[in-house]
C-alpha cells in the first residue's frame, strides 16, 4: 500500500481511511497569506457513498486504497446472492443484492463485467457501456397515436422495463445504455 | 482584459511618481519562509518566490518609490486560486508605512477599474462588485469574533487559525468593494514590523475582494537583528522539517542595516484579471495554464 502526503491529494484520489476506501469528489487548494496550505477535500465513501468534508495540511500522510478492478463473469443468481466467476483464474465469488445495485436491470447469464475489489472485497461492479437484451414483453404500438408520444414501455428479459419507439416488438433483441438505462437500437 | 490591466498599473504607478525596476529572477538566498516552498535550480539557488528581498535592497540604496511586475514561482501550489508561477506586482515606498499603501490600493483598484469599464460595478460568480462602494477595514480580531466568534489573539492556535481564516472568515471578506484585513497576529508577522501600541499584532494587512485574497502588504521591519533572528527561527523549523535550506540573505540583511522606515505590498495580477473578467479560475486568464502536477 503506498503512503501518500498531502502535495499528492487531487479529485480522483483513492485513499483508505478507518479501513474502508474513500475517493476525492471535490477538491480545493488553499493557501492563506503566508500561511500554511490547506488541502480541502469532499471524500465519498466507495462502498456507502456517504459523503463528508475535510481538510489536511501539509505534512499529512495517508494510504492509498487498496483497490482493483478485475473481469468476472456472471454465471446465475441464487437467492439475494450474485455468482460471478473470475475470467483469468476462474475463482468464484458472490455478491449481494446492495453491492450488485442496479446493474441488475442489466445482468443476464455469461455478460463480463468489471468487479472493484478493496483489500481483495467485491464493493463495486460496473458494466459494458452496452448490453443487448431480448424483449420479453411489449404491447403493439397505436399507429398515429402521437399525443400519447412516440414510444411504449417494453419489459426487458431482466424483468427492466424500458421506453422503446412503436416499431419494436416481443422476442426482438435490442441496444441497451447501461449507463443511462435507455434504448440504443434494434439488433438483429 | 490582462493586457489593459498591466497597463493601466504601469499608467498610475506612472502618475504617482513610481520607478518600475527589474530584479533577478534567480536568488541563491530566498527570504527563508515555512510555508513557501522555491523551485530549486541545478545550478544551485532556486527561482523567486517573490522580488521582496531585492527590492528592499533597493530602496536601501535609496530609491524611495519603486514597483514592479514580475513572474514569481511556488512549488506545489496548484488550485482555482494557485498557479505554480503567477504574476506578482510589488511596490514600495520609502519613509512610509502601510496607511499609504493602503491608500494606493484603493487608487490602483479604482484607476484600473476605470481603464477596463468596470468602475461602476459588476457581477463576479453572481455577487455585486463596487470598486466605488465605502472599503472596510477589520483588524483580524474583529473579523473572527464576527465570523469565528473567538479572539485569535488571546485563544491562539497555529493549528486552526489558518483553516478558520479559509473556511469561516475569508468568505465575508471583500463584498462589494474590496476590505483590508489588519493587525495580523505577531506569529504571523513574517517581515512585518511590529505595531507601536501592541506587541501582540503586527503592521501587516491582506486586501480582499470577493473572499479572494489580493494582496498582502506591511510596515516593513527594518531591525536587521530581529529579522535575523527571524529568519534563523524559520531555518530550523524547515531543517526540523526536513525542507530544503538556501543560504541566509546576507546581503539582504546587511541591507537593512541602513534601510529606513518603508512599506511594501504584493498584489496578485492574475487574480485582479480573473475577478475583473469574471472567471472562476485562474486558468482562464493566463495562456497556458499549468499542469496538475
Not at chain 1, 132 to 137: F, H, I, M
Not at chain 2, 1 to 13: D, E, K, N, T, W
Not at chain 2, 174 to 202: E, I, N, V
Request: charged share 25%.
Amino acid at each position: 500500500m503506498a503512503v501518500l502526503t498531502a502535495s499528492d491529494l487531487r479529485k480522483g484520489l483513492k485513499l483508505e481511511i478507518d479501513g474502508e476506501p474513500y475517493i476525492i469528489v471535490d477538491f480545493e487548494f488553499s493557501k492563506p497569506g503566508k500561511g500554511q496550505a490547506l488541502y480541502r477535500c469532499r471524500l465519498k465513501n466507495m462502498i456507502t457513498g456517504s459523503q463528508f468534508d475535510r481538510t489536511y495540511r501539509s505534512g499529512d500522510k495517508f494510504n492509498s486504497a487498496d483497490l482493483e478492478e478485475q473481469e468476472y463473469q456472471f454465471l446465475y443468481k441464487q437467492d439475494n446472492s450474485y455468482h460471478f466467476m473470475n475470467t483469468s483464474n476462474y475463482e468464484q465469488i458472490e455478491l449481494s443484492t446492495d453491492t450488485v445495485g442496479d446493474a441488475v436491470n442489466f445482468l443476464t447469464e455469461n455478460l463480463v463485467v468489471s468487479i472493484l475489489l478493496f483489500e481483495g472485497r467485491p464493493i463495486g461492479i460496473s458494466l459494458p457501456n452496452f448490453v443487448t437484451l431480448r424483449v420479453v414483453q411489449s404491447d403493439p404500438g397505436i399507429k398515429g397515436d402521437t399525443a400519447a408520444g412516440t414510444t411504449k414501455p417494453a419489459t426487458l428479459e431482466t424483468g427492466f422495463v424500458i421506453q422503446v419507439p412503436l416499431f419494436v416488438e416481443q422476442d426482438e433483441t435490442l441496444k441497451i445504455d447501461t449507463r443511462t438505462g435507455t434504448y440504443v437500437e434494434r439488433v438483429k | 482584459m490582462r493586457a489593459s490591466v498591466l497597463q493601466s498599473i504601469r499608467g498610475f504607478f506612472q502618475e504617482k511618481g513610481f520607478l518600475e525596476v527589474q530584479t533577478p529572477t534567480r536568488t541563491l538566498a530566498p527570504a527563508p519562509e515555512s510555508h513557501i516552498e522555491p523551485i530549486p535550480l541545478l545550478e544551485g539557488g532556486c527561482l523567486i518566490t517573490s522580488p521582496e528581498l531585492h527590492m528592499k535592497r533597493l530602496l536601501a540604496a535609496g530609491y524611495e518609490k519603486i514597483f514592479q511586475i514580475c513572474t514569481v514561482f511556488r512549488r506545489g501550489e496548484r488550485g482555482h486560486r494557485h498557479h505554480p508561477e503567477f504574476t506578482l506586482l510589488e511596490w514600495y515606498r520609502l519613509h512610509s508605512d502601510q496607511a499609504a499603501l493602503q491608500e494606493d490600493c484603493e487608487g490602483l483598484l479604482q484607476f484600473v477599474c476605470r481603464a477596463v469599464h468596470r468602475e461602476s460595478g459588476w457581477k463576479y460568480g453572481g455577487n455585486w462588485l463596487d470598486v466605488n462602494a465605502p472599503w472596510e477595514k477589520w483588524t483580524v480580531q474583529e473579523a473572527f469574533l464576527r465570523y469565528a466568534g473567538h479572539d485569535p489573539l488571546t485563544q491562539w492556535n497555529q493549528d486552526t487559525f489558518e483553516e478558520v481564516l479559509v473556511q469561516k472568515v475569508e468568505p465575508n471578506l471583500g463584498f462589494p468593494a474590496p476590505c483590508f484585513l489588519t493587525h495580523y497576529p505577531a506569529f504571523q508577522a513574517a517581515l512585518a514590523k511590529m505595531s507601536a501600541h501592541d506587541s501582540s499584532t503586527c503592521e501587516r494587512f491582506e486586501l480582499y475582494w470577493a473572499a479572494i485574497e489580493l494582496a498582502n502588504g506591511f510596515s516593513e521591519l527594518t531591525d536587521a537583528m530581529e529579522q535575523r533572528r527571524r529568519f534563523e527561527s524559520v531555518l530550523k523549523e524547515r531543517e526540523k522539517a526536513d525542507l530544503p535550506l538556501y543560504a541566509m540573505p546576507e546581503k539582504f540583511l546587511k541591507s537593512l542595516e541602513v534601510l529606513k522606515p518603508c512599506a511594501g505590498i504584493a498584489l496578485g495580477v492574475d487574480r485582479l484579471v480573473m475577478l475583473l473578467a469574471d472567471a472562476p479560475s485562474l486558468d482562464d486568464v493566463v495562456a497556458f495554464p499549468p499542469a496538475f502536477t
